[in-house]
């Protein structure tokens, strides 16, 4: 089936730096969208793009939708503390997946304050 | 607003047992989902509905059954559990209408077999 391929898998980092993941796909698709996950906790939608090239942003969060339409990225701005979490990107591709999302694996993010 | 609503949070089960994760939603969502969520693994499909009476199979649906006689209920069914069944489970829903295509998800119930 469909796979998106998410990384990095984790990542530690610093309060104050800057965070960057990224989802790829062989396939095309249509919409692109970015969930964050916190301990105990369903995933919440932070982001979604529907347009190829389209840069979206959401306070500290920027995310782009590939100009190939088969990758994505997420930047978190000057992080904190509250950004820890997993974070999960999510493709939806009009001609197959039977209509439901695709997720990738997830980014498991750690911020040391 | 409530969403969409887990019960229960937590439950261990003996292998063998049998349970149903309750999953409600006051959005008049047509769309249902449920997902297993594994350690690194993402998460995974287990069974959708888009509809009331209609159900369908996800990528991992062995071990589960469903059933959507309403808008708003989607019940999980575990006839034998096992350990592989381990996992924290999530339901999630969606308006067919939606062009965000976002879903709203629960909170999740983490069941342990022992």
């Known amino acids: 089936g469909q796979q998106l391929n998410q990384s990095p898998q984790s990542m530690f980092i610093q309060e104050g730096e800057d965070v960057s993941m990224n989802c790829t796909s062989s396939?095309?698709?249509?919409?692109w969208l970015w969930y964050k996950q916190e301990p105990g906790e369903g995933p919440v939608l932070l982001i979604a793009l529907y347009k190829a090239g389209e840069l979206t942003s959401n306070g500290r969060l920027t995310a782009q939708f590939g100009i190939t339409r088969k990758d994505s990225f997420l930047n978190i701005s000057a992080s904190i503390p509250s950004d820890v979490g997993i974070y999960f990107c999510a493709g939806y591709n009009y001609g197959g997946s039977q209509g439901n999302l695709i997720f990738g694996k997830g980014t498991k993010l750690s911020v040391k304050p | 607003n409530a969403g969409v609503t887990q019960t229960p949070k937590f439950r261990i089960l003996k292998i063998g047992q049998s349970m149903t994760l309750q999953c409600t939603q006051d959005?008049?969502?047509?769309?249902m989902y449920w997902y297993r969520q594994d350690p690194g693994m993402g998460l995974k499909l287990i069974y959708y509905?888009?509809?009331?009476?209609?159900?369908d199979k996800g990528e991992v649906p062995n071990g589960y059954n469903v059933s959507r006689s309403t808008t708003e209920d989607f019940p999980l069914r575990l006839e034998l559990a096992a350990p592989s069944q381990t996992s924290v489970y999530f339901c999630a829903s969606r308006d067919r209408r939606d062009t965000l295509y976002g879903y709203t998800f629960g909170s999740g119930t983490r069941l342990t077999v022992v």
């Open positions: 396939s095309i698709f249509n919409t």
């Open positions: 509905s888009v509809g009331a009476g209609i159900t």
């Open positions: 959005m008049n969502h047509n769309y």
